[in-house]
């Protein structure tokens, strides 16, 4: 991306003049980037115990990137013993120390991990290398001093020395990452066990939370171009703040599609409890539409958009919502599963479903043949966007809606 090259040049003497600061005061780790002071003992607890703990707790930790759990990986019964796995990730703000969740809520047994690095910096746990994650469970490491760039690609390792459970994961990232063995380094789009990234920055207000279906994980899109339309949503707001992508493929907001949970079960888990969360944009709906069994009553859908909209006022957050894009042509589509997608619409345009909407309808469908979408920014399947479909979605987004900040009169537009 535009800005990645000038990062990375920053990062170099960021890295270069810590070196010898550290030469210099025998020994002393001095943090990089903001000029921030180091983390005090008391503080790294803390951040340790709370894995969700808001913006302005443990030295601003924000999330920067986010993937949410689908299922147990296929063909991993016991976990993958004795390999090292490399996730690549996407930041979007950038921090002075980061933290790693790692997620074993798919697995049956306790997950062991011996050896965890963020871009080759060692990571502890409550001051350990080795960490021990329940079957069903997480856990947030200590904060790293290690320089994060916004926009960049960062590298979480970590080592499985022993059989466990299936492995949690996210597959179809669109993201190449690695697994290690003896025999050597193999590619695969998948995320493992890894399910945040949280940065220390004292500057950016929060994180904007993302939750949808394959449409906001990036179906469609370039593999390793970073081209989601969340990713378009970062690069637009500058590092100003995170962006955490809760997407997955196949998911339906009112009951549980291909993995991961329904929306309305996995929102706590994936948008609220996500950390430094400040706005969150509901992208879902048009699985249920659309995928078997299809749901025929539109005020069903927006009953649960309404409730992800209630959870998060109790919280304190901004909801912006999206319509539901067009599909004619894709093989589930008929006139009247499209009536219940227009009527959803007009129920989010009317207002007093969400805080704010992105007309994303508007954004990609055809003039010509509005329920059909643009040929430009079609992938082929008429349902899901090539990387000019995403950029398309991202540029639609009012940037006023981010900073938007809710009060109760703020309930209805």
């Known amino acids: 991306m535009p800005r990645r090259q000038g990062y990375a040049l920053l990062i170099a003497l960021v890295a270069g003049t810590a070196a010898l600061a550290a030469v210099v005061a025998l020994g002393t780790t001095l943090l990089s980037g903001s000029g921030s002071a180091p983390l005090p003992p008391a503080e790294t607890h803390a951040a340790a115990r709370n894995p969700v703990a808001p913006a302005t707790s443990g030295g601003a930790w924000i999330a920067t ?39 074993n809520l798919f697995g049956t047994a306790p997950l062991v991990v011996d050896q965890a690095t963020v871009n080759t910096r060692p990571v502890t746990f409550k001051g350990s290398p080795v960490v021990t994650v ?15 760039a916004p926009d ?22 669109h993201q190449t990452s690695f697994l290690i063995d003896a025999r050597g380094t193999w590619s695969n789009p998948n995320w493992r066990y890894l399910t945040a990234v949280d940065v220390r920055n004292v500057t950016a207000p929060g994180t904007v939370v993302v939750i949808g279906d394959s449409l906001t994980a990036g179906s469609g899109s370039t593999t390793d171009a970073n081209s989601r339309w ?56 048009i699985n249920d539409v659309q995928q078997a069994p299809q749901e025929t009553d539109p005020q069903r859908i927006v009953r649960g958009l309404r409730t992800l909209t209630d959870r998060a006022h109790a919280r304190g957050l901004t909801v912006v919502g999206a319509t539901l894009t067009p599909f004619e042509g894709y093989p589930t589509w008929t006139p009247e599963r499209n009536a219940v997608r227009l009527a959803v619409n007009e129920q989010i345009r009317a207002g007093g479903v969400f805080d704010a909407y992105v007309d994303f309808d508007e954004a990609v469908r055809d003039p010509y043949a509005p329920n059909r979408l643009r040929p430009a920014y079609d992938s082929g399947d008429h349902l899901h966007f090539n990387d000019a479909g995403y950029r398309a979605l991202g540029n639609q987004v009012d940037l006023k809606s981010v900073d938007r900040v809710r009060t109760p009169k703020s309930d209805a537009l």
Do not use: C, M
């Open 65 to 103: 990137w986010t993937a949410a759990p689908v299922g147990p990986e296929p063909g991993t019964p016991n976990g993958l013993p004795g390999r090292t796995i490399r996730n690549v990730v996407h930041t979007s703000v950038g921090g002075d120390a980061a933290r790693i969740t790692l997620s």
């Open 134 to 148: 329940p079957a069903g469970g997480r856990v947030v490491s200590d904060p790293v001093v290690v320089p994060v």
């Open 152 to 173: 960049a690609d960062l590298q979480v390792s970590f080592r499985t020395p022993r059989p466990s459970g299936p492995v949690t994961y996210h597959p179809n990232t």
């Open 230 to 285: 969340t990713d378009v949503l970062a690069d637009r707001l500058r590092d100003r703040y995170g962006v955490a992508n809760a997407g997955i493929a196949g998911n339906r907001l009112l009951s549980a599609g291909t993995g991961g949970g329904s929306g309305l079960s996995r929102f706590q888990r994936d948008a609220l409890s996500v950390a430094g969360a400040k706005t969150v944009f509901v992208a879902l709906g």
